[in-house]
Every structure is written in structure tokens, then in C-alpha cells.
């Protein structure tokens, strides 16, 4: 059974930063991919970011590139956004998600609200 907590997301004005944290239940070493995707209303989730656990080779979604910025911490079964120069189209609901052998697993999901 996995599981995969998000927090840290809320409301914060244009430039300001948040840093999202996704808390794995055991160890992120068994997955081959971690990252963060998010979805606004009526619009379809999509990829942020993600990271593959083995490598840290990491992927940016084009419209993040330079702002956001995903890591991980092997020991504490954690996966970081840090999210900088926040702009109102990044309001979103964001998942983490992480991908062992053939199964996409998610989080619940945080809020994140980017206005003045």
C-alpha cells in the first residue's frame, strides 16, 4: 500500500513562494518517478514536474521552467516543490504522484492560490 501525503500548499500574492512537501509512506527508493502535477478548474491536470528517484534527472513543465524547482530527500521519504515567482495561473489543486513498476499511485492534493 502506498501513500502520499502533500502539504504546504494555501494562498500567497503574485511573487511570493511556497514550498509543497510529499510525504511517502516507506521508501521512495522503490519508485522509479516521483512529481508534482496540478489541475484548475475546468481544466485537465497536468505534469509540473517530476523527478526519477534512481538518477534525480528531473523534467519541467515549459511554463515552470526557472521558477519551480522539485527535489527529494531519500531519507525522509520526501518530495519538494519549491515554487518561486508565483503567478495567479499557477493557482491549482497539485498532486503528487509516484510511479512503482506499472502503477501511477496519488496524493490527495493541496491548494494553492496565487492572489493579490
Known amino acids: 500500500q502506498v501513500q502520499l501525503v502533500e502539504s504546504g500548499g494555501g494562498l500567497v500574492q503574485p511573487g511570493g513562494s511556497l514550498r509543497l512537501s510529499c510525504d511517502a509512506s516507506?521508501?521512495?527508493?522503490?519508485?522509479?518517478?516521483m512529481g508534482w502535477y496540478r489541475q484548475a478548474p475546468g481544466k485537465q491536470r497536468e505534469l509540473v514536474a517530476n523527478i526519477i528517484i534512481s538518477s534525480s534527472t528531473t523534467n519541467y513543465a515549459d511554463s515552470v521552467k526557472g521558477r519551480f524547482t522539485i527535489s527529494r530527500d531519500n531519507a525522509k521519504s520526501t518530495v519538494y516543490l519549491q515554487m518561486n515567482n508565483l503567478k495567479p495561473e499557477d493557482t491549482a489543486v497539485y498532486y503528487c504522484?509516484?510511479?512503482?513498476?506499472?502503477?501511477?499511485?496519488w496524493g490527495q492534493g493541496t491548494q494553492v492560490t496565487v492572489s493579490s
Open positions: 516507506g521508501s521512495i527508493s522503490r519508485f522509479y518517478r
Open positions: 504522484n509516484a510511479l512503482w513498476a506499472i502503477s501511477n499511485y
